[in-house]
């Protein structure tokens, strides 16, 4: 006889505007390491990612809200690097709030689900 197993179910989000996506779980990610390195390089390096690909992302994602998200320092003594806006910052935790929602709704409804004969 089998034992019964306990399923969970999982899903991906992404927010998208009228020109394409705006932020998913590997754009957060790249948000939250941008802001812990101060810098966009840093970030795609840690990620494995070209600069070319992190920079295109960060345009994407600055391109498609009020304020930016990410903003470049300029270089000079202390050199350059960016950092993220307060919406930047704000993005991060709206999208993982709703991820969290999601997640927890999806396992709510999976228990209601029986996959037996029954």
């Given at each position: 006889?089998?034992?019964?197993?306990?399923?969970?179910?999982?899903s991906?989000?992404?927010?998208?505007?009228?020109?394409?996506?705006?932020?998913?779980?590997?754009?957060?990610?790249?948000?939250?390491?941008?802001?812990e390195?101060?810098?966009?390089?840093?970030?795609?390096?840690?990620?494995?990612?070209?600069?070319?690909?992190?920079w295109?992302l960060?345009?994407?994602m600055?391109?498609?809200?009020?304020?930016?998200?990410?903003?470049?320092?300029?270089?000079?003594?202390?050199?350059?690097?960016?950092v993220?806006?307060?919406?930047?910052?704000?993005?991060?935790?709206?999208?993982?709030?709703?991820a969290?929602?999601?997640?927890?709704?999806?396992?709510?409804?999976?228990?209601e689900?029986?996959?037996?004969?029954?």
């Open positions: 006889m089998a034992t019964k197993e306990e399923y969970t179910i999982k991906r989000i992404w927010i998208r505007t009228k020109n394409g996506a705006f932020l998913g779980f590997g754009r957060v990610a790249l948000l939250k390491k941008i802001d390195y101060g810098s966009i390089s840093k970030a795609a390096a840690d990620m494995k990612m070209s600069y070319k690909k992190a295109e960060v345009n994407s600055n391109s498609q809200h009020s304020s930016p998200l990410v903003i470049r320092k300029i270089g000079g003594k202390g050199g350059g690097g960016s993220l806006s307060a919406a930047g910052k704000n993005a991060i935790k709206v999208f993982e709030d709703l969290q929602k999601n997640d927890d709704f999806l396992n709510d409804r999976m228990k689900i029986q996959f037996d004969d029954e």
